[in-house]
């Protein structure tokens, strides 16, 4: 007789947590979104035994396809971009599920289509009615998508079953729109079934930052005003915008980037210990920081924004931003942006938050820097710590992730001379696991129902409270400053921070 064992505790997260029966439908299948991450993240969790076998996906498009059809665009998109191997078994089974649906998004008849094909896969393939839609769409397309789920019962859950949705971002474009958004998507899905990916959340980076300060002494100490001198936080690029003017152009570096992906890094690094790490306490003290959050008054002396121009980036000649095809000559549309913000709690009264996002920048690298205090008193000649900078601590999220701790260290010799040391942790040394990609762990969480990593609607809100006041004074300030492609950005992104005393670092 089997015996359960008394060893297995089912609240271990060691063990993998596998999703029940369920199924998805992807709006904007066509996308690069869909084919580069989600299509291929779905057959990564199949490939690791993460997914029921009765998995279903079915696709939604404009598009004459017939089943097999999709079947083959999902086969690409897996051949080309899955992160594991590629078995036979484990693609024959996933691809019994697939589905198609054509029509466009106001086609009710394609609507009533796509009720009575996943009313089949609950039949055939043992679904349980459990449903995600994936909006891998053009926020402007969320609410009439939101609004024919309503009109044609698909968001509606039989008992015992349920019906989530995924966004991706923008969340709007300033807070009107955002809270237009949400109560848009209010109307359909409650809030708990509403899950808006940020993708950066899911890398296992980010996640380290929860682990490193609230799973060890050493950090928790210094972790405040009375040893952290400021924080930088970057996401630098090397890109230029490529084929994505029609996106880019309007949007900007603020709102791409720094409103979501650096704002919640942000609230990472801020936040004070909750005390769980379910969803409802992490989202609280993520939330106190966002509206701790305040701006400085001299907007004009501490942001800074930009547009690249022409250069040299990785010994080849690159155009600038206003050169770019589909982009007006006369657009506004920032490719850089540097803002600085202050935490108005006990923890981080008067230690400056530096966040900066850019394209065409030196290299490709999002970091989180803490940068400590100069020690108050240095008992060595000056000239013995000429070369001595402040003690950091750097959060390396990509592309070689892991952290950095910079010290200063006797040089070796008969004299006193003192330079800084890296201390080096990466994940590919330490681990033998692989680390997942971002949109199989987030995924995986939506069908799960377990929303940790999503941010909630008062987060997004916040966020846009937040970066609104800076993008109106841009707006009237008129024409960006410009850069020379491959360098770290326009002078007065660096005299921004010469004015504090301090300096951006160079990853």
């Not at 899950?195 to 930052?209: A, C, M, P, S, W």
């Not at 010994?315 to 589909?326: S, W």
Request: proline fraction near 7%.
């Amino acid at each position: 007789m089997n015996r359960p064992n008394p060893l297995r505790d089912p609240e271990d997260r060691r063990l993998p947590r596998i999703a029940g029966p369920c199924g998805m439908v992807i709006f904007g299948v066509t996308g690069d979104l869909a084919r580069k991450k989600v299509m291929p993240a779905i057959y990564d969790l199949a490939n690791r035994g993460l997914l029921p076998p009765g998995f279903s996906l079915v696709g939604f498009a404009r598009r004459d396809w017939a089943d097999q059809d999709f079947a083959q665009i999902v086969y690409d998109a897996v051949k080309e971009h899955a992160r594991t191997e590629f078995r036979e078994d484990v693609w024959k089974q996933l691809a019994e599920g697939f589905r198609f649906v054509p029509g466009s998004f106001d086609d009710d008849a394609a609507f009533e289509a796509l009720r009575h094909t996943v009313e089949e896969l609950d039949l055939t393939r043992g679904s349980g009615g459990n449903l995600a839609f994936y909006l891998a769409i053009p926020p402007g397309l969320f609410g009439t998508v939101a609004t024919q789920l309503r009109k044609h019962h698909l968001a509606d859950p039989a008992p015992g079953s349920w019906r989530r949705v995924v966004v991706e971002k923008p969340f709007g474009h300033d807070l009107a729109s955002a809270r237009a958004l949400n109560a848009t998507l209010a109307e359909v899905f409650p809030s708990g079934s509403v899950f808006r990916i940020d993708h950066y959340l899911g890398k296992e980076t980010v996640q380290n930052i929860l682990a490193m300060r609230f799973a060890n002494t050493l950090f928790e100490p210094i972790w405040n005003a009375n040893f952290v001198d400021h924080v930088q936080i970057t996401m630098a690029e090397d890109i230029g915008i490529g084929g994505r003017a029609g996106y880019y152009d309007g949007i900007g570096a603020a709102r791409d980037v720094i409103q979501n992906h650096l704002l919640q890094l942000m609230a990472l690094v801020a936040m004070e210990e909750p005390t769980s790490f379910d969803a409802e306490s992490l989202r609280i003290e993520k939330q106190k920081v966002l509206e701790s959050v305040q701006i400085p008054r001299r907007i004009d002396l501490t942001t800074s924004r930009a547009q690249y121009a022409g250069g040299w980036q990785g010994g080849a000649k690159v155009v600038g931003f206003l050169d770019e095809e589909g982009i007006a000559p006369d657009s506004r549309t920032e490719t850089f942006a540097a803002i600085t913000l202050n935490v108005a709690t006990r923890r981080w009264a008067g230690v400056p938050f530096y966040l900066r996002a850019g394209k065409r920048l030196g290299r490709r690298v999002t970091e989180v820097a803490i940068v400590f205090k100069r020690a108050p008193h240095l008992p060595f000649t000056q000239t013995a710590t000429e070369e001595l900078t402040q003690n950091a601590l750097v959060i390396r999220i990509q592309p070689d992730e892991g952290m950095t701790l910079r010290f200063g260290s006797k040089v070796p010799g008969p004299s006193m001379e003192i330079r800084d040391v890296n201390m080096d942790f990466e994940y590919g040394d330490s681990f033998t696991e692989a680390s997942p990609e971002a949109y199989e762990r987030l995924i995986l969480d939506v069908l799960l129902g377990d929303p940790p990593l999503f941010p909630r609607h008062e987060e997004v809100e916040l966020s846009w409270r937040i970066l609104d006041p800076i993008l109106k004074y841009w707006e009237r300030k008129g024409k960006p400053d410009t850069y020379p492609a491959g360098t770290w950005g326009p002078a007065s992104a660096d005299e921004m921070l010469a004015r504090d005393g301090r300096t951006w670092r160079r990853p």
